[in-house]
């Protein structure tokens, strides 16, 4: 069974400075991996993904994500954080060909000025 | 393409009253998810299904809700009767079964009262 760990549920961070949202994921077999975001009162919607080949991925607004596969992490990463990042962040894992995903608890970023 | 539509976008019923929310997925996903987002449980999957059929329903709450999906461009989740702590955001998402990403829709925000 697959599980997934958002290791900080909140991450205050004031403006321009470097964030890390620490996900860890369990899994028997190979994966996809997938970060998503959700603003308020919206939907969440795609971040980056990991499908395959390079373990480091960019994804949209300047965010980047790091497979590690020996310590089972994906770790999202942005150097400079803008007031307008701030939202709910989700980790997510899939078993190749599964369809299904299952997702972390999210961690709430709040940029602060 | 319109992406994922979901209606109506906000729903305000009287306790004991029957509910019933529409999703139309991406047209060509094979998979569609229901979820129930609250701020005390986080977003939960309430159930799945794979080209029409559902495959795992065991994240219905109880009896009261029930979800159809008779085609591959419909589905409904629906609850009878309502109670207020069924108030929360329901989202539906799509997929496809190759890359495992899903695509949100906006949600309806029930609010029972």
């Known amino acids: 069974a697959q599980s997934v760990t958002q290791l900080d549920s909140q991450v205050p961070v004031f403006e321009e400075a470097p964030v890390e949202l620490r996900c860890n994921y369990s899994?028997?077999?190979?994966?996809?991996l997938f970060w998503y975001v959700q603003y308020p009162n919206q939907g969440l919607q795609l971040l980056l993904k990991?499908?395959?080949?390079?373990?480091l991925v960019k994804g949209i607004n300047g965010f980047e994500a790091e497979f590690n596969k020996s310590q089972t992490s994906f770790h999202l990463r942005k150097p400079s954080v803008h007031i307008s990042d701030t939202a709910e962040y989700f980790c997510?894992?899939?078993?190749?060909?599964?369809?299904?995903?299952?997702f972390g608890d999210g961690t709430t970023l709040t940029v602060k000025p | 393409d319109a992406g994922v539509i979901q209606s109506p976008r906000h729903e305000v019923t009287e306790m004991g009253q029957e509910v019933t929310l529409r999703c139309k997925p991406i047209?060509?996903?094979?998979?569609l998810f229901w979820y129930r987002q609250t701020m005390m449980r986080g977003l939960e999957l309430l159930i799945y299904?794979?080209?029409?059929?559902?495959?795992?329903d065991s994240g219905m709450p109880e009896d009261r809700f029930s979800a159809k999906m008779p085609n591959a461009s419909f589905s409904t989740l629906k609850i009878q009767p309502s109670e207020p702590r069924d108030s929360a955001v329901y989202f539906c998402?799509?997929?496809?079964?190759?890359?495992?990403?899903?695509?949100f829709g906006p949600g309806t925000r029930l609010t029972v009262t």
């Open positions: 899994s028997s077999v190979s994966v996809y």
């Open positions: 047209s060509g996903h094979d998979y």
């Open positions: 998402a799509s997929s496809l079964m190759t890359s495992g990403q899903q695509y």
């Open positions: 299904f794979n080209n029409n059929v559902p495959i795992d």
């Open positions: 990991y499908l395959s080949g390079s373990t």
């Open positions: 997510a894992v899939s078993d190749r060909g599964a369809g299904k995903s299952t």
